[in-house]
């Protein structure tokens, strides 16, 4: 590490930068050859790493969304709204969670996403369907439904488990709570971040997870 | 087998049941204590599903399941089937029935299929796959080829000397997988992982708060996963490996315990003091991910004190 550019290398290849700082990166690039020779060696790293594959969901959701929007195509009234790749891979996580262990929220559910690339390079254009009155608008709210509906689930059933029990399994859902606000809060304060968005996401599964296994263990026993 | 079964009782029973009954098979009432021995095949698949106490199995190399369980006044223990399946339950004649412990031994070939809620549930000198799940209760296979899961809210779940597709599950304590081999998905909330002996090319690790320690090979093409949110990641990596590294904390540290290539760049910026660490060792062909949002990733050598005293 030679100069301070080179600390901002990483994010420079995972196309984290904004214009003004990634310009300037860009200039300092085309006259240091050992950043040039790191950006290399990082880029190669990257590649490599993007070459290794998508881990695809158990259960693939894509079927649902074409048979969705061959079936509703947009019409007029939709609302426009700018989604970062960031938070779309987020959304996107939580879309494929849910097509893996949730199709009963699905089914009542049809809220879906139709993409269309944009001239920018690191946003899109993604336009929502008009939600019903009882849809959740984003893949984020259906989160959300999903984590309520299952609560609720969860709650009808409780008086199955042993106080004891119940008070673990809510002590862990809180835990994974607080995992999800600390995420959220990092977020506002960094809100470009890949990582912090597919995390976010990530801790929202495991949520989701828990709630369902709770589900299941006391919907056995009712 | 011996069975005791009231007149009354038998003329209640549906035909089919009667028919099991005069072959010799069960259903069973075990007012005392229950010790019979059923003829199986070496593949055999036995289900045992015990609301409360314990299950302890082991395998022998007997075509036959033998199942002993304690005196219960209040509970029946049902064995049906032979040969291909056994299923072995208790079934209560008063509400939620009351706590016994079964000790059931199985051919060694066996596949296992055990549920309890409130059960402690101990497996050993198996071979054959085997489902586990309790809620409030320890889970401990020594053994164990096939397809493997095992779960448990309360308890901590222990898997030892296993071949084939792993999956421990726990909520609110750890889980420790030593030598296995195998693909391993491991997963907690409140609570460390250890694994330790490890030979696989996929490995997910992930809890919430708690450590996640891992010592085992780091194979050509394979995919490694290890995350906790506050809990400290600490990754064995041997020597000559070929493997790309992707390290990322939000507000812990990143430290290695050897030299790292030249190539590794390390960066800390936003809101936050996010660390992101990327580099390869060699071909960079496997694919090794470490995560912790508010704890320490620390990369070492097998057999480093750091990995021990975890």
Known sequence: MTDSWTDRLSEYVDGELDATTRAALEAHLASCASCRATRDELQRVVDRARGMGYREPANDLWGAIETSITAHPPRAGRRLVTVSWARLAAAAAIVAMLAGGFAWTLATRRTLLVVTPASSRDTLVTVLRQPSPTGAATTVASYRDAAADLQRAFDANRSTLRPETMRVIEENLRAIDLAIAQTDSALRRDPGSAYLNEYLAATMQRKLKLLRRAVEITSARS | MTLSVPFGRLVRRSRAELLRLLVGVAPMVACAQTDTTIPVQPN??????????????????RNAVRIVVGESRHDEVHVQGRDAAVSISTVSRS?????????????????????????EIAIEGVRGSVSATTVQGEVSLHGGDGVISLKSVEGGVTVQDAVGRIEVNGVNKGLTLRNINGPIAAETVNGSIVLDGIDSDDVDAETVNGPVTYEGTIKDGGRYRFGSHNGTVVVSIPERVNATVAAVTYQGTFSSRFALPNAAADTAHGGGTRRR???AFGNGSARIEAESF????????PGDAVIRQR
């Open chain 2, 44 to 61: 055999a698949r036995i289900q045992i599903q015990n609301f409360a106490g314990s299950i302890r199995v082991r395998g022998w190399d």
């Open chain 2, 294 to 301: 508010q704890g320490s990733i620390i990369l070492a050598r």
């Open chain 2, 277 to 279: 660490v990327n580099f």
């Open chain 2, 95 to 119: 509400g939620v029935p009351a706590p016994l412990d079964y000790e059931i031994t199985v051919p060694v070939r066996a596949s296992l299929d055990i549920g309890g809620t409130y059960t």
